[in-house]
Every structure is written in structure tokens, then in C-alpha cells.
């Protein structure tokens, strides 16, 4: 039997659905980006309501800037809620793999939800664990850390080890792209624990002093009507923190 839905409900749920179509159409995927990536972000697979962040997030030109392509190995920091291990699976095909690492707090409102998502798309895996115990994979391609890099430290999470074994992790001329909340210049981490927020400058000394190379330092996804006083989940709207995407890159030799 179909569950009952009064016609005020219905007609609030339908809304709501043309309200996230509408701002999935405000997302222009540029003309110059891979094939591969615009399939993935307009793959059936995605959910209304990821495509609905798309506005605020641009994946095409975070993908595309990544380097991830077909057949690549990827690492995927904090992948619940599958936002970009959807778009990440559809690229790299059945010749690559996908591996998600969350800390074991997330079992609780993202557990179920990552492994029925592993069980339906067969080049991907979940692990939980402490990231202080964590085990990489070798000869990775490209490593994700998509607005978690701040939330390292609230974990306890010893920063300086786990970069050194993203390095070790990456094939020579691999890319550890992160993207992460803006504080204030100068701040450090001085407003991550009440704001989760960091200092991008701060992310670019401790990623470099473990060996990589900035290759772009990007604000495709800044706003400069944040002041960077609010913390990240009382934005006046969802998504629109002022944010910096960083490339880095091991050296190839």
C-alpha cells in the first residue's frame, strides 16, 4: 500500500524538488572540461540534492583541476555522504578503484549509508579507521581531502605524520588536492575547534615541509561576502563559505 501524502505535503515535497533542479541549472559545466568529468557530474547516479550543491561547489573544475581520469587509483579522505565518490567512481571506470577513508565517528550517521553505496559500485572501498593507524595504499594517483583538512586536528589527528603518508602513498607526480573553509589570515588554527575553519596559509606550509609542490592555489570557490567569523554550519545559506583549493603535487623525480 503507498503511504498517504496530503496535498499540502505533496505539493511542499514538489516544490522542493523544482527548487533543487533549479539551482542544479545555475551550475554551467565549462566548455573545457574532460568528457569524462562532465558525464560524471550529469550522471544519473548523482542525487538531486547533490547536484543541488553544485551551484556552490563547481566539481567539473575541482575534478578536472585533480587530473583524475580513467583508470586512475583514488584516495578519498572523509567521503561520506559520497558527494564527489559518486562523480570519483563514474571516472575512473572499472579499471580504477576508489578507496574511502572516514574516521570511525562517522559509523554512526554514515556507516550503513557507504557500504550500500561500496555493495552497488564494485571499484570502490570503505574502511574506517583512525587516520593516526592508517594503512595506504601504494601508487596512488590522486589524493582527495575535500573540506576536512581542518577537522584533522579537532580529531587529534597528528597532521605532519599523515601528510608524509599521502606522500609516500602517491605515484611520482601525483596530486593531493584539498579544498577547506577560510579563517582569517593569520589565525592558524586559532578558530578551527568553534568555527571549522583554517588558515589556508597553514595548509600550504604543512603539506609542503612533507614534500609537495604547490602547483595552484585556487579561489574558485571564494566569496568575499564572508567575513569569516561564522561557523561554517550557521551560514546564512548552506555552501557558501569562503573557500581556497589547493593542487599539490609530488615531485616526479
Known sequence: MRPFVSGFWAACLGLAVLASAA????????????????????SPDRSDEAKARDVHRHPAEILAMSEVKPG??????????????????????PGG??????????EERAGAGSRAFVDSHPNTSYTLVNYNDIELPKNVDVVFNV??????????IDVARLNRRIYEALKPGGVFLVVDHNARAGSGRGDTKTLHRI?????????????????????????PKDDHTQMIFRMPERGTTDRTVFKFRKPRS
Do not use: K, W
Open 199 to 223: 588558515d589556508p596559509e597553514l595548509i600550504r606550509q604543512e603539506v609542503t615541509a612533507a614534500g609537495f609542490v604547490l602547483e595552484e592555489q585556487s579561489d574558485l570557490l571564494s566569496n
Open 97 to 106: 578503484q576508489v578507496d574511502m577513508f572516514d574516521l570511525p565517528y562517522t
Open 23 to 42: 539551482l542544479a541549472a545555475d551550475y554551467v559545466i565549462p566548455a573545457d572540461v574532460p568528457d569524462y568529468v562532465r558525464d560524471a557530474v550529469n
Open 147 to 156: 573540506l576536512y583538512y581542518h577537522d584533522l586536528s579537532i580529531n587529534d
Open 72 to 93: 586512475d587509483h583514488v584516495v578519498e579522505f572523509a567521503g561520506f555522504g559520497q558527494y564527489y565518490t559518486t562523480m570519483l567512481s563514474n571516472i575512473v571506470g
